[in-house]
């Protein structure tokens, strides 16, 4: 090897001080990734997510009642009763007009399946939507567009559950509709044990 080859102290020191920088600069860069990737993994665990536990921010989340077709017994009753006093105090007396042949009713209403399912829908909606925590200032509106609107006019349609109850605020009348024949499905027992349960137990 040649003198020119030789490389001088000074070249050695350069040599050394880029390769520090050089370490220094992936040393600084870990740093910062590696803080990122711990404000990443504390939002997922707290407020912008949920933790392992399932917590979240620490708040518990809010418990939704099943929807009441697939209730029984006592826990159908409890609800049905709440439901009946959401209708009485203000379904009823804010949103429901004058009874006519165009806009039937019906006072004993939770006698019909159909309409207690379709108003405890829209009360759940309700309660959901007009909270602002959970509706925020355009709940009410959605509520009235996505629900209320949809439900009444279906509930009080000449042809839905109470076509055969009240078309005159004059005379009281209460009648459930027939409901269609099922036919069984071919090869299966026609007895009510064959048939398994639409909502689950």
């Not at 939002?43 to 917590?55: I, L, V």
């Not at 559950?161 to 509709?177: E, I, V, W, Y």
């Amino acid at each position: 090897m040649s003198s020119e080859d030789t490389p001088t102290l000074d070249g050695v020191a350069e040599d050394v001080a880029d390769l520090r920088a050089t370490v220094e600069g992936f040393a600084t860069q870990l740093e910062h990734n590696t803080k990122a990737v711990e404000q990443l993994s504390a939002a997922a665990g707290s407020g912008a997510g949920e933790g392992e536990n399932g917590q979240g921010d620490g708040k518990e989340k809010p418990t939704t009642p099943p929807f009441i077709v697939r209730l029984k017994g006592t826990e159908y009753d409890t609800e049905l009763a709440a439901l009946a006093d959401w209708v009485a105090t203000l379904l009823v007396p804010t949103y429901l007009s004058e009874v006519s042949s165009s806009a039937t009713w019906c006072a004993s209403w939770w006698t019909h399946e159909a309409a207690v399912a379709r108003l405890h829908a829209a009360w759940l909606a309700w309660q959901e939507l007009t909270d602002p925590e959970t509706g925020g200032r355009t709940g009410p509106s959605v509520w009235h567009r996505d629900h209320l609107d949809p439900m009444v006019a279906q509930l009080r349609d000449a042809s839905g559950p109470f076509g055969a109850c009240m078309t005159s605020p004059d005379r009281g009348q209460h009648a459930a509709l027939p409901v269609p024949p099922v036919e069984p499905l071919p090869g299966r027992l026609a007895s009510a044990e064959a048939v398994p349960d639409p909502v689950g137990s």
